[in-house]
């Protein structure tokens, strides 16, 4: 297990990270430093109310940098860090973004060194993200949810608010989000947005299949490479759908999760969300058979030592079902499949392909796989086979994505 998930992730990107006045200021510590934990350069600019909440001290050793906190600071040469920071910067992330620091920016104003360098910044080049952070009452007032709105016309990434109890005491809307929740929309919107415009569905993890109420057939299947790839497609600027079997892994942000037991159940998901879907990713360890009848009390041992007998049935083949619909048969809906072998990885790859009916199969090898964080891949499609080489499935997931975008828009990075 890699100690640091986001080792990397930010590498060699420079980001401005703002605070305005909130309690939520001790989360723009933890997050300072998991940006600088992913590789990226931080630039700490703090308002005078953010001051009150945490040192410029703390920020500075947290980001390695000295901290900007006024306009009229005389460190750079030219005296302009509102127009030095920005030129240099990939992206600008105020977390926590108070109640009046949005007022500000929805205003144009310019009246501390922060908002100055909002409104500074190159607005084509240099994405502006704004956590919101603020009492449920004043996060609801119609004169922030207007100044909200007016900050998204100009063209500001909100991040959203998390539900939950507040640091006044009350319970509600207007928390910020966590820090690693903001690393991660920090990682996404800095993606090439290769899939924007795109509908992507995804089935991902095992299925289970139940015997009777306690006992089941499952597989090991632990569903991350499709999560991998649910977060790596919505990274890239599609709207994702995953459909997932029983896996103890938490949701990418900003993915819609459906969950499934059974491959029945997963079946008739995928059949519904992929009436609205432009490409359809199947990874999911669908189990082949289920039992034929499953019993409604736990099968009991009564001793004779007879052991039960159980019929199966084949499951809906979810992956030729999807392919072979009007839509896909149209080319309105892009299949790929997955294989997992156990032997003779291009040759049963190249058969799976042909007897899904997709234009793209990636092989892996199913035991080498299961559960692990990293894999190898191989991609069969009409023109013959590519590798990518073994690497964790977080970075196997961004090649896919890249690949499956070349093919579906052209999209070349
Ligand atoms: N698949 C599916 N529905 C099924 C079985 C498989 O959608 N009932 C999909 C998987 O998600 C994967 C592909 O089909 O994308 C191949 O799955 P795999 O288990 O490797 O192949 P099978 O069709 O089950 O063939 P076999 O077990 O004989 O190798």
């Not at 819609?256 to 491959?263: E, Q, T, Y």
């Not at 029945?264 to 432009?278: G, I, V, Y």
């Not at 009564?302 to 048969?329: C, K, T, W, Y």
Request: aromatic share 4%.
């Amino acid at each position: 297990m890699n100690a640091n998930p986001n080792a990397g992730e930010l590498a060699g990107r420079r980001i401005v990270l703002g605070l305005s006045g909130g309690a939520a200021c001790f989360k723009a510590a933890e997050l300072c430093r998991g940006m600088v934990k992913a590789g990226a350069l931080v630039q700490v600019v703090m308002t005078e109310a953010a001051c009150q909440f945490i040192t410029p001290v703390a920020m500075q050793a947290l980001s390695g940098q000295p901290v900007y906190t006024s306009q009229w600071d005389a460190r750079p040469d030219n005296n302009m860090a509102h127009i030095n920071l920005t030129r240099a910067a990939d992206a600008v992330l105020v977390a926590p973004a108070s109640a009046d620091f949005i007022a500000q920016l929805a205003q144009g104003r310019a009246g501390e060194l922060l908002a100055l360098l909002c409104l500074a910044r190159p607005i084509e080049r240099v994405p502006l993200l704004l956590a919101p952070s603020m009492n449920r009452e004043m996060w609801a007032h119609p004169a922030t949810q207007r100044n909200v709105a007016q900050v998204q016309r100009d063209g500001a990434q909100m991040l959203g608010v998390a539900w939950g109890e507040q640091a006044c005491g009350e319970t509600g809307d207007g928390r910020m989000l966590e820090a690693d929740e903001l690393l991660q929309e920090l990682i996404a919107a800095l993606a090439p947005k290769a899939l924007a415009g795109q509908q992507v569905l995804i089935t991902a993890g095992p299925t289970f299949e139940a015997i009777d109420p306690v006992r089941g057939i499952t597989n090991r299947s632990s569903g991350k490479m499709g999560f991998a790839i649910a977060r790596a497609a919505r990274e890239a600027g599609a709207q994702v759908t995953l459909v997932a079997g029983p896996v103890a892994l938490p949701t990418p942000r900003g993915v819609r999760r459906v969950d499934v037991v059974s491959a029945r159940d997963m079946h008739l998901a995928a059949m519904e969300h992929a009436q609205d879907a432009n490409i359809f990713i199947a990874t999911a360890a669908v189990a082949d058979w289920r039992p034929a009848t499953q019993a409604e009390q736990k099968i009991k041992k009564d001793g004779s030592g007879v052991v039960p007998q159980m019929d199966f049935v084949e499951n809906p083949d979810i992956l030729a079902e999807v392919a072979h619909s009007a839509r896909a048969q149209a080319g309105d809906l892009f299949c790929v499949g997955f294989a997992a072998e156990s032997e003779n990885l291009l040759a049963n790859a190249q058969a799976k392909r042909a007897r899904k009916g997709v234009p793209l199969l990636v092989g892996n090898i199913g035991p080498a796989t299961f559960g692990q964080d990293d894999n190898a891949l191989l991609l069969v499609d009409d023109e013959g086979a590519i590798e990518l080489p073994r690497a964790s499935k977080r970075v196997l997931a961004q090649q896919l994505v890249a690949e499956i975008a070349r093919r579906v828009s052209g999209w070349s990075a």
